[in-house]
């Protein structure tokens, strides 16, 4: 990859790097800590980076010397957080790499573009092209019109995800628009809930009372101006959005997800080291 560990030159880089990492490693729930590019082998205090950056003290944590043994000291963070504490070198952990985004990568990305099929757009957090339908249909309706475009209503992993889209969706629909459909239901088994994408049912966002113990009440709404869910009759026929996964970057424990940070380009990993 001829990449370096990560480090941030300011705060809005480093709560930029929290953020992403709290969706990357959404999926791998072992993960709650992650190295950065920070390091102090002589434990002097003065920590080096192993790219360009200022370290920035006031980012650190008041716990930076916890699990730290010996005189070897690396830099970390946990998710859910945008500061950073010193940590015993050896320790297994995911990590946060960059590399330079040079022109290969420019060519790579108009690439994952042009392969979004016409009228959707590419969010790249989470590598998939979306496309926003104020028509209403059936949740059925929905889901095979999105499967015209070999995609699927849409799902997702995390709070930062829902938030993402569901600001998308405030500019994209009408204001007329409240809610629309997701690809979340309990058809196959009622009380049962699946995402129509089979991803990984590991995050949730029903509203107070809801799901609904109707047995009429089995997909999935979310709400546009709170991002909440309701479970409601499938025969109803609301607004929705399609999502499709693009391939071409690997969607394995390694590399999954990237963003830019400066010229550079962010990756994220998951791969314990042994």
């Not at 009622?190 to 949730?204: A, L, M, V």
């Not at 109707?214 to 607004?239: I, R, Y």
């Not at 996964?245 to 998951?270: A, G, M, Q, W």
Request: proline share 3%; net charge negative.
């Amino acid at each position: 990859m001829n990449g370096h560990l990560a480090s941030a030159n300011n705060d809005d880089e480093m709560r930029l790097i929290a953020q992403y990492a709290v969706n990357a490693f959404a999926i791998s729930p072992e993960v709650t800590e992650y190295w950065l590019g920070g390091y102090d082998l002589n434990s002097s205090g003065s920590f080096n980076w192993t790219v360009e950056g200022n370290g920035l003290d006031k980012n650190w944590t008041l716990d930076r010397l916890i699990e730290t043994s010996g005189k070897h000291f690396c830099t970390s963070s946990k998710l859910w957080h945008d500061k950073r504490f010193a940590s015993n070198c050896f320790l297994s952990k995911a990590y946060v790499c960059v590399v330079e985004a040079s022109s290969c990568t420019t060519e790579a990305e108009k690439t994952i573009h042009e392969r979004c099929p016409t009228g959707f757009i590419y969010i790249e957090p989470f590598h998939k092209c979306y496309k926003f339908f104020s028509k209403s249909l059936r949740f059925d309706e929905a889901e095979k019109s999105c499967k015209n475009f070999k995609a699927h209503l849409i799902s997702m992993k995390s709070d930062f995800e829902r938030k993402f889209l569901n600001a998308y969706a405030e500019e994209m629909f009408p204001s007329s628009v409240r809610d629309y459909w997701i690809g979340f239901s309990s058809q196959e088994i009622f009380g049962s809930w699946h995402w129509n994408d089979h991803s990984e049912r590991i995050y949730y966002n029903w509203a107070s009372g809801q799901p609904s113990n109707l047995l009429t009440h089995q997909c999935a709404l979310m709400s546009k101006s709170t991002g909440e869910w309701s479970s409601v009759n499938c025969f109803k026929e609301h607004p929705y959005v399609c999502a499709l996964s693009l391939d071409c970057i690997p969607r394995t424990r390694n590399k999954v997800e990237f963003t830019h940070l400066r010229n550079l380009l962010l990756v994220f990993n998951y791969y314990l080291l042994s």
